[in-house]
């Protein structure tokens, strides 16, 4: 079967567990009940042989062009989704990161795989740098969607007329507890693929920096997190303001791996 065929398979069982937690949502049940566990754990392994096949069709890591990014981005936000699952049993984060997975698969089923063939995507840091870049843009969009319920959890408790949708989300303290602990596993993930994009520039071009936009937004993203895990630290500043600066770190990460998919073909950060 074709890296294609496992994609829109990918896309079909995604789709199922989205529909599922919207219904659930709308029915006021448990958002992640035994259908949308199997239909996510069956379109992740769908997924996981996708990115495979795909990597035998190329000759290369997958990661190459706006086809396999989307597939590995989303691939990697679901692993550190159900790793997140596993241990802290948060169920109301699905909705958000299942709309957005649906939709990467979905892009990824529709544009056509790049046939790039620059001698510098064999190289040995195109996987390094690809695997953490990723891995840290999951984190950090986990930690950027704790941050948007927190806000609407803070919304609809000012509003002093909460919705149905209230009672599903998380409290406060635990919104903004998740946030700042993924935050960091992010941030270091995040530090590793901007040290390693660096280290294949001096490997391929003899210089560290090119002072391109993904560079620049990569590097903007990471004094935003650095100063929001400071503030943490040094005075306890999170709730409403850590919310907005997580995203606002999110928002450069996602410039930086659209700008690299779209523009330049590699869905790396920092390369």
């Not at 943490?232 to 850590?242: E, I, K, P, Q, V």
Request: hydrophobic share 55%; glycine share 8%; charged share 10%.
């Amino acid at each position: 079967m074709t890296s294609q065929a496992y994609f829109l398979l990918t896309l079909v069982f995604y789709a199922a567990g989205a529909v599922h937690v919207l219904l659930h949502a709308l029915t006021r049940r448990r958002l992640l009940g035994s259908v949308a566990l199997i239909a996510t754990l069956i379109g992740f392994a769908l997924n996981t042989a996708g990115l495979s096949q795909r990597w035998t069709e190329s000759g290369r890591f997958p990661a190459v062009g706006l086809h396999d990014g989307a597939s590995f981005l989303a691939w990697a936000i679901v692993l550190v989704f159900l790793a997140m699952y596993v241990r802290t049993q948060m169920e109301a984060v699905g909705l958000v990161v299942y709309p957005v997975v649906f939709v990467l698969m979905l892009v990824s089923g529709l544009t056509r795989p790049a046939a790039a063939t620059d001698p510098v995507l064999k190289s040995l840091f195109l996987p390094i740098h690809t695997t953490l870049a990723l891995f840290g843009y999951a984190a950090l969009f986990l930690a950027c969607a704790m941050g948007i319920l927190y806000l609407v959890q803070e919304r609809q408790i000012l509003s002093r007329s909460p919705k149905a949708f209230y009672y599903m989300l998380p409290s406060l303290e635990r919104c903004d507890t998740l946030s700042a602990r993924i935050v960091s596993v992010g941030f270091a993930f995040l530090t590793l693929a901007i040290v390693t994009g660096m280290l294949w520039n001096d490997d391929a071009r003899g210089q560290y920096w090119t002072g391109d936009p993904k560079q620049w937004s990569a590097s903007l993203a990471w004094v935003i997190y650095l100063v929001l895990i400071t503030a943490r630290w040094r005075s306890g500043w999170g709730g409403r303001r850590g919310a907005y600066l997580g995203i606002a770190g999110f928002a450069a990460v996602a410039f930086a791996w659209g700008w690299q998919s779209l523009v330049s073909g590699v869905a790396v950060a920092s390369h």
